[in-house]
């Protein structure tokens, strides 16, 4: 896979996934079981059955997961979407004053420079999820849920016993993570998130009090839902929640994605030189 094209194709598919709405959320689409699938086609998925549990009892989240309704990669906008902004809607992040100031003066050089994949950096938390619009695998096992993510094969390791944070963490891309059972719902609550890795494609940088909780739950067979909150007091006037987003159940493995050879950064710096050089000129 080549890095140019990635990055070319990461940002279709994640402008989608951020702005757009999923179609297969709608019950009646998801409860067809009759309908073939075929994600070429744009087809979505049925329940296709329970939920998988352990032999604890709690909900067996492992599988590769597609972001959108078909359990697999589609050229189809549609069913890529994640939420139906009527039935579950999802407001923007509201900024404190400077905050929302230090974004709108950004341009859009500064936001490909801002992106993790642009600088081969992890996307961490809540990017690993948020804006991510290549699938994923969980394994999961009694007392931790692994993570693997195709983006640049990122990874992680979350405890799921219940367990308190780190009473001193090291900032990380991944932060200090722990998990607990609120019934049938995995709660993960992420702190110390390093600072260096953005919310969304467009500027929403964090402060070092960043606090993310997720929470992931399986309805059925097919689908798995994740919904984010994201608790900022230095950047954010208040918490900001997610809609429940959508994934579905795919049946091939990951593919090898490292970045490498990567000259954005530079050609973007340039760019950016070549901007900020032309600025006075302009305000004459």
Request: contains cysteine.
């Amino acid at each position: 896979m080549q890095k140019s094209l990635c990055l070319v194709a990461g940002g279709i598919l994640a402008w989608s996934m951020i702005c757009g709405w999923a179609s297969a959320q709608d019950k009646k689409a998801a409860g067809n079981e009759e309908r073939p699938v075929n994600a070429k086609k744009g087809v979505p998925l049925p329940p296709g059955g329970p939920t998988p549990r352990l032999a604890d009892g709690h909900p067996d989240f492992s599988g590769v997961w597609f972001q959108g309704s078909t359990g697999g990669h589609t050229f189809d906008a549609r069913a890529r979407r994640q939420f139906d902004p009527k039935a579950t809607p999802e407001e923007p992040p509201s900024f404190q004053p400077w905050a929302a100031a230090k974004i709108k003066a950004m341009s859009s050089t500064d936001y490909e420079l801002g992106r993790a994949s642009v600088n081969c950096l992890p996307r961490g938390v809540p990017g690993m999820v948020l804006i991510n619009p290549y699938p994923f695998q969980l394994v999961q096992t009694p007392g931790q849920l692994v993570q693997l993510d195709e983006l640049n094969n990122n990874w992680r390791v979350i405890p799921t016993d219940g367990r308190a944070h780190d009473p001193d963490p090291d900032p990380g891309f991944l932060g200090d993570e722990v998990g607990r059972w609120e019934g049938d719902t995995l709660v993960v609550d992420t702190i110390a998130i390093d600072e260096r890795t953005w919310n969304n494609f467009t500027g929403w940088f964090h402060s070092d009090q960043e606090h993310v909780i997720e929470r992931f739950r399986r309805p059925d067979l097919n689908h798995l839902f994740v919904q984010v909150t994201v608790e900022d007091p230095k950047v954010l006037t208040k918490p900001w929640t997610s809609a429940p987003r959508m994934w579905t159940l795919g049946h091939e493995k990951l593919q090898e994605y490292f970045c490498t050879n990567n000259q954005e950064v530079d050609q973007l710096t340039k760019l950016k030189d070549k901007e900020s050089a032309a600025k006075p000129a302009a305000g004459k």
